[in-house]
């Protein structure tokens, strides 16, 4: 009877801590199961929405007319972008190792996404406390340079990781390495390294030295910040850095390493000219191309060799301009082309309407001395000071 009245007994009441910790146990399994059923769903509709990728495998870029003499020397160039395909096999190893000493330096051991370098980058960014270090895989920036936007969202993140795996199912690393090289933005209309090689060197790209590769490889992250032309010094630092980062990767012996630091860079003066030589004879060429065709003229790639004997051209070129300049002597002294408004701009962008012509260069007179030797001091477009002495 005993144990059957102790059996009886009513039990205690479960704590109020016990309870709110079962509560709160239920409740964070219940939201982290509904926030992994929803980031599922979202998964799966993402990528069902992922745009198709298997065009790149045919990738063909719009590409501009260019029109050469009888010898293949490039006359003049048209269309809004600059390129120069090269299969990866044609771009140099030196090119190919400096830019992904740069931008991916694991890019042939990782997935599509370096989870490594996206903690690595997260940290340093939570600890410097603004975006000091992007995470962004060369697979990555192929979806976003080919499919995506550039807004700073998490969704657009996300689209960009997902797509990158999707590319990578469809191509090997060469392929996309290949497509990012002959993509990418490298300021002045350039896009790919070939076409760079050629605005800002004046050469093919596979005739590119160590230091000349580290210096456009730096091209990528901003065109124009790291312009070698417009921010010399800025450039010149990141180049700098990235030859530190190919010795250090073994990519360059630290002889090659020195001697690439001292090199001295010679930039392309006419990178900007679309017309180099034979103006007339190349406009009727381009008129005739686009007559024929409308719709892609600038577009196709097309290469338009002309009869054009650059020797004989030339000389014909100097004989016409001496006797424009002769008959010009003749009459006189006819004033400046223009009177600028004092401004703050450089002397470069004062002068960016009034471009040079063979060896006539615009310059912007500073001051005029009247009496004694009648001297004007004038500066060059590039900031160079000279001195005339009038009779």
Request: no cysteine.
């Amino acid at each position: 009877m005993e144990a059957q009245a102790q059996d009886t007994k009513p039990r205690k009441p479960s704590s109020k801590l016990a309870r709110n910790l079962k509560f709160g146990l239920g409740l964070t399994l219940g939201l982290g199961l509904s926030a992994a059923l929803a980031g599922g769903w979202w998964l799966r509709q993402a990528w069902q929405d992922l745009p198709a990728v298997e065009h790149l495998a045919q990738y063909k870029p719009a590409l501009p007319l260019r029109i050469f003499s009888s010898e293949g020397e490039l006359l003049a160039e048209y269309g809004e972008e600059r390129r120069e395909f090269l299969p990866l096999k044609e771009i140099p190893l030196r090119m190919r190792q400096a830019l992904l000493a740069i931008e991916d330096a694991r890019f042939y051991e990782h997935g599509a996404v370096d989870f490594y370098g996206l903690t690595r980058a997260t940290l340093a960014n939570v600890v410097t406390g603004h975006h000091a270090q992007g995470a962004s895989t060369i697979t990555m920036q192929v979806a976003r340079d080919f499919f995506l936007s550039r807004e700073k969202t998490v969704q657009r993140k996300l689209t960009e990781m997902l797509l990158a795996y999707k590319l990578e199912q469809h191509y090997g690393k060469d392929k996309l390495l290949e497509l990012y090289m002959n993509q990418i933005y490298l300021g002045e209309r350039s896009y790919g390294f070939s076409a760079a090689s050629n605005i800002y060197f004046d050469k093919p790209l596979a005739e590119v030295s160590i230091a000349e590769a580290a210096m456009l490889a730096g091209l990528p992250k901003a065109p124009s910040a790291y312009n070698p032309v417009a921010n010399p010094q800025r450039a010149t630092v990141r180049q700098h850095y990235i030859l530190q980062r190919m010795r250090e990767l073994g990519y360059i012996t630290p002889v090659e390493y020195d001697a690439a630091v001292a090199e001295k860079l010679a930039l392309n003066k006419d990178r900007n000219s679309s017309v180099h030589a034979a103006a007339y004879a190349v406009e009727e060429a381009r008129q005739l191309i686009v007559q024929s065709y409308p719709e892609g003229a600038y577009s196709m790639g097309l290469d338009v060799t002309t009869t054009i004997r650059m020797a004989p051209q030339l000389a014909a070129d100097k004989s016409l301009r001496d006797g424009l300049l002769n008959a010009q002597a003749r009459r006189g002294y006819r004033g400046p082309e223009a009177r600028l408004a004092a401004s703050a701009d450089s002397v470069a962008r004062q002068l960016a309407a009034y471009p040079d012509s063979g060896e006539l260069r615009a310059a912007l007179v500073r001051k005029v001395d009247t009496a004694g030797k009648r001297q004007l001091t004038a500066q060059l477009r590039n900031g160079d000071e000279i001195v005339l002495t009038t009779s």
